[in-house]
Antibody, heavy 119, light 106 residues
């Protein structure tokens, strides 16, 4: 059973950089056909896909983030990370990491980490 | 950008059938997935590839697609099915979610 756990600061100042890490256990992060994904949910609102990194290391991102996002994989630590730059209050959300199995979807999720952008 | 439209809310009586719709252009030519999110919890995949159920998801959950509309059907709805439901599809390599439907079991 794959388990994911988000970690990182719960409070980030406007214009600064949001950084989160997702630790993966119970499975190999480098096995093929897996995409490691970040999804967020502003309080009381719906889900927004942020982007994903393939097990081989290539990534793709939601165009609406206008290049502010980087997702990277660290197979030696069985972790993947999210960096979001120039944050504003609109980036306040619960951030979920999840595993996507190709053609199936996100079958395992972390519990979510609330990040608030405020001075 | 690609949009998926869901009704904000659906109500159903216990034991009855609930239907949640999701509309989007050319949806029949894409795979639709459905996620259930109970209050305070992470989403759970309940339907993938339009109509397939992951292991552990009760048979009362089913999915279908016709034209530009995907439908999630919950037969014999139970109180524990009360949750938000999100449809999801892919557009040019990017994932898109519907706005979500709050299912209330009255």
């Amino acid at each position: 059973q794959v388990q994911l756990q988000e970690s990182g600061p719960g409070l980030v100042k406007p214009s600064q950089t949001l950084s989160l890490t997702c630790s993966v256990s119970g499975g190999s992060i480098s096995r093929g056909s897996q995409y490691w994904t970040w999804i967020r949910q502003p309080p009381g609102k719906g889900l927004e896909w942020l982007g994903r990194v393939y097990s081989a290391g290539t990534a793709n991102y939601n165009p609406s983030l206008n290049g502010r996002i980087t997702i990277s994989l660290d197979t030696s630590k069985s972790q993947f990370s999210l960096i979001l730059t120039s944050v504003t209050a609109a980036d306040t959300a619960i951030y979920y990491c999840a595993r996507e199995l190709a053609t199936i979807g996100w079958d395992f999720w972390g519990q979510g980490a609330l990040v608030t952008v405020s001075s | 950008s690609y949009d998926l439209t869901q009704p904000p809310s659906v109500s159903v009586s216990p034991g009855q059938t609930a239907t949640v719709t999701c509309s989007g252009e050319t949806l029949a030519s894409r795979y639709t997935s459905w996620y259930q999110q109970r209050p305070g919890q992470s989403p759970v995949l309940v339907i993938y590839q339009d109509s397939k159920r992951p292991s552990g998801i009760p048979e009362r959950f089913s999915g279908s697609v016709s034209g530009n509309t995907a439908t999630l059907t919950i037969s014999g709805t139970q109180s524990l099915d009360e949750a938000d439901y999100y449809c999801q599809a892919w557009d040019s390599g990017d994932a898109v979610f519907g706005g979500g439907t709050r299912l209330t079991v009255l």
